[in-house]
C-alpha cells in the first residue's frame, strides 16, 4: 500500500513533531552534577517554598561565606549583574543542555556584611574567570555571598536547575547524587594536599581517612569537609611520624598500627590535578607523609 500525498505530509508533522517534543522534554536528563559548593554545606529541600515572588525556583545551599562555587556541569559562564534581587549572578549553560544558575554571589570586600564589592571577578566571579568563558566540570566559578534580596542574611548559594533550559526543577536529589570535590584547581596543573581527618581504615598500602579538612597547595586554601570517607595508597617510602607504641615511639611503624579513629594529617605526593584526584577517586591520591597528631 503506498501513502496519499496527505498521510504521507501528516505521517512527516508526526515525526517533526515527536522530534521537537523529545527534545524538549522535561524529562530530560540532568547528568550527575558536581556538587555546586566546595566544602562544608548544608541544603534541604525547599524548592517550591512560598517566597515573596512566588515558589522558589532552587535550592539555597547554606555554606561559609566566599566558600568557593563551582561548576555543577562543564560549559560555558554567563555574568548577569543588572538584578536587585538575584544581586551578582551566573548562568552555567551546561554541555547538556541543561542551564544552572548561581544567585546571591559575594559582594563583600571584608568578612562583615559591608556590601561594598561589586559583580566582578574576584569579588562574586572566580578569580581571572571572564564573562562567557568555556570552563571544565569543578572549575570554580564564583564566590558564595549574600548580594541581592539575600542581603543581610546567612551567606548561601541559591542554585537552580533548568533541564534544556526549560523551567525549573527540584534540584535535591540531583544535589543529593552529586560528586563532592575534595579541591578544585586548573586541570593539569600540579598539587599537594594536606588532608586532616580520623582513620576509617588502615590495611596494607591502603588507609581510608575520614577527612574534615582539606588544605590544598599551591595557595594553601583550607577548606572544612563533612568526614567523606577517602582512600590514600601509602606506599613504604610514605613517613609515619608521631605514632607511639607500647615502648615509646615506633621506630618503623608501618600502616597497620593506625587504629579506626586515630587522627592523623596525611600529605599527598606532588600529582597532577585530574577529575578523579579531584573526587578522591581510588588510587588517584598518595601519601608522602602521615602524621599521628598527639
Ligand atoms: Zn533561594
Not at 536528563?29 to 554545606?41: I, Q, R, S, Y
Not at 544535589?175 to 581527618?197: E, H, I, Y
Not at 621506630?251 to 573526587?279: C, E, M, N
Request: glycine share 14%.
Amino acid at each position: 500500500m503506498s501513502l496519499g500525498p496527505t498521510t504521507a505530509l501528516l505521517a512527516l508533522f508526526a515525526l517533526l513533531l515527536g522530534a521537537g517534543a523529545a527534545s524538549a522534554s522535561p524529562s530530560a536528563k540532568v547528568p550527575t552534577l558536581v556538587f555546586p559548593v566546595l566544602g562544608e554545606a548544608r541544603w534541604q529541600d525547599d524548592f517550591g517554598d512560598a517566597r515573596g515572588q512566588g515558589g522558589h525556583q532552587g535550592n539555597d545551599i547554606m555554606a561559609p561565606r566566599r566558600a568557593l562555587a563551582l561548576a555543577a556541569e562543564g560549559g560555558t559562564v554567563k555574568f548577569h549583574t543588572t538584578s536587585s534581587r538575584a544581586g551578582c549572578m551566573l548562568y552555567l549553560d551546561g554541555a547538556s543542555g541543561t542551564q544552572y544558575l548561581y544567585i546571591h554571589l559575594n559582594n563583600d570586600l571584608t568578612d562583615a556584611n559591608d556590601n561594598r564589592g561589586t559583580c566582578v571577578a574576584g569579588i562574586a566571579y572566580a578569580t581571572g574567570l571572564k564573562n562567557g568563558a568555556k570552563i571544565a566540570a569543578g572549575q570554580p566559578v564564583g564566590y558564595v555571598g549574600d548580594s541581592g534580596d539575600a542581603d543581610g542574611g546567612n551567606p548561601h548559594l541559591h542554585f537552580e536547575v533548568h533541564p534544556n533550559g526549560g523551567g525549573a526543577v527540584n534540584p535535591f536529589q540531583h544535589l543529593v547524587n552529586a560528586r563532592r570535590l575534595l579541591f578544585s584547581a586548573q586541570p593539569g596543573t600540579t598539587f599537594t594536599l594536606a588532608l586532616t581527618g580520623k582513620v576509617a581504615n588502615a590495611a596494607g598500602e591502603d588507609l581510608q581517612l575520614n577527612v574534615d579538612q582539606v588544605r590544598q597547595w599551591p595557595g594553601g586554601r583550607k577548606v572544612k569537609q563533612t568526614g567523606q570517607k577517602v582512600p590514600v595508597v601509602v606506599p613504604g617510602t610514605a613517613l609515619i611520624e608521631g605514632l607511639a607504641s607500647a615502648a615509646g615511639l615506633a621506630p618503623f611503624p608501618t600502616l597497620d598500627l593506625l587504629t579506626r579513629g586515630l587522627p592523623v594529617t596525611v600529605w599527598t605526593q606532588p600529582a597532577k590535578v585530574t577529575f578523579a584526584a579531584q573526587t578522591g577517586a581510588v588510587g588517584a591520591l598518595a601519601a608522602s607523609r602521615v602524621v599521628v597528631k598527639p
